[in-house]
């Protein structure tokens, strides 16, 4: 389902920079004004959205948005912690502080898996991580075998 919103850290008016002729590449963004052509849009964290029932809660999400990365992720920590879910991100190096991004996910016991790189992005899958148990400790449970 499409939703006409854009994810970030919080709910707010914000300005969505368009690209103009050129929409067709997918580069409008929310931080960056490349050009005076824009609309105002709705932007909503991920964890209200989810809560106040506007969608239910993804198993998936792929996150494209030129830059703004980290703010969608900071607008979905509830899920992150309780949904677990998983993550397809298209990091553009010269518009994100990478060890940044890497820092948040590992704090959220996210694995990274990078699958495509080019000159200027990647392609990251982000997934939880099962707890390891250190051999000859006890979980609390019992082994099985």
């Known amino acids: 389902t499409t939703h006409l919103i854009a994810a970030g850290a919080r709910q707010k008016i914000g300005s969505l920079y ?47 948005v030129e830059g703004y990365e980290l703010q969608v992720l900071k607008g979905m920590t509830g ?30 016991k996210y694995g990274i898996k990078e699958l495509l790189q080019d000159k200027t992005r990647r392609f990251i899958y982000a997934c939880r991580q099962q707890p390891q148990h250190k051999p000859g400790k006890k979980s609390g449970g019992k082994n099985r075998k």
């Open 18 to 64: 368009l690209q103009g002729e050129l929409s067709g590449l997918g580069e409008h963004s929310l931080i960056n004004p490349i050009s005076n052509l824009y609309t105002p849009i709705e932007v909503w964290d991920l964890d209200s959205y989810v809560a106040v029932g506007k969608a239910p809660p993804p198993d998936v999400i792929k996150i494209d």
């Open 79 to 108: 899920l992150l912690k309780a949904k677990k879910p998983k993550l397809i991100i298209e990091v553009h190096q010269n518009l994100i502080n990478e060890d940044q991004l890497y820092k948040f996910l590992k704090k959220y």
